[in-house]
């Protein structure tokens, strides 16, 4: 049988479609733009294949935290507190508030200075007490751990407001 007769419909070579660029950038797909993944991506080349020099706007951007208001109910009191959305580092995906709290060591002393609260994005086993909402509609849980001078701390209530 004569395989001329029969053409392959999509070609003798099969490629794979080309993702979509991100709408913000020149140098990225909108999938690594939107999962913070530059890590992870090759780096970017103009059409002639010369290397992309600039910085990705993108990622100048996430790298700059967005800042957010937190309701926090501590000890009965409720409060809007500061804090801000990391998209990447240490904290990439969590909120870290202003400095409002209070807080002991395991031996009962208390840190000399105020501490902020991490805030983590919640999962479904989390005591609902515990959530929280910021100014996005978001919601997250309250972290009672702190660090001072590598010293841990559980925080314990808000900072009187002359010291804060």
């Not at 926090?72 to 409002?100: C, F, K, P």
């Not at 086993?125 to 701390?153: C, G």
Request: aromatic share 8%; charged share 25%.
């Amino acid at each position: 049988m004569n395989d001329d007769l029969f053409p392959e419909p999509f070609g003798p070579h099969y490629e794979r479609p080309r993702p979509a660029d991100c709408p913000k950038c020149p140098c990225h797909t909108r999938r690594v733009c939107e999962g913070a993944q530059w890590h992870l991506a090759d780096r970017p080349v103009y059409a002639d294949g010369t290397p992309y020099n600039e910085p990705c706007p993108c990622e100048q951007a996430a790298a700059q935290p967005e800042n957010r208001m937190v309701a926090i109910e501590l000890d009965g009191v409720l409060r809007m507190v500061s804090a801000q959305y990391h998209r990447v580092g240490l904290l990439a995906g969590g909120m870290l508030t202003d400095r409002v709290f209070r807080a002991e060591s395991a031996e009962g002393r208390e840190c000399p200075v105020s501490v902020p609260m991490v805030l983590l994005t919640p999962n479904n086993t989390v005591d609902p007490r515990l959530i929280v909402i910021d100014s996005r509609q978001e919601k997250w849980v309250m972290s009672f751990t702190a660090q001072h001078n590598l010293q841990r701390y559980q925080i314990t209530g808000w900072c009187s407001t002359e010291d804060a």
